[in-house]
């Protein structure tokens, strides 16, 4: 069992940036997968971004490649989403999943919204 709670999210101008949080508790997440996800009202929920928890490696969806960077700190049970160059249309409520075996944990997400 492991808790996620995101934070940092907020209203922004199109160009800025925002650093997004997921504080895990409950349990270590220092060998887990980590996604970040994100959805706008009305539409389905879109994946962002994955850290492996094994070799550190990243994936990120091409409509955010170049411009976000996920990471983590194992230290504080922490992983990040930065986020760089934001758009309109990243203007959506971000989550984020651990994967612990075959299992799933969510977040209760952050409201991002990005003004033009």
């Known amino acids: 069992q492991v808790q996620l709670v995101e934070s940092g999210g907020g209203l922004v101008q199109a160009g800025g940036s925002l650093r997004l949080s997921c504080a895990a508790s409950?349990?270590?997440?220092?060998?887990?997968?980590m996604d970040w996800f994100r959805q706008a009202p009305g539409k389905e929920r879109w994946f962002v971004a994955t850290?492996?928890?094994?070799?550190?490696?990243?994936r990120y969806a091409d409509s955010v490649k170049g411009r976000f960077t996920i990471s983590r700190d194992n230290a504080k049970n922490t992983v990040y989403l930065e986020m760089n160059s934001l758009k309109p249309e990243d203007t959506a409520v971000y989550y984020c999943?651990?994967?612990?075996?075959?299992?799933?944990?969510w977040g209760q997400g952050t409201q991002v919204t990005v003004s033009s």
């Open positions: 409950g349990r270590t997440i220092t060998t887990a997968g």
């Open positions: 999943r651990a994967r612990l075996g075959n299992t799933y944990y």
């Open positions: 850290i492996s928890g094994t070799d550190g490696s990243s």
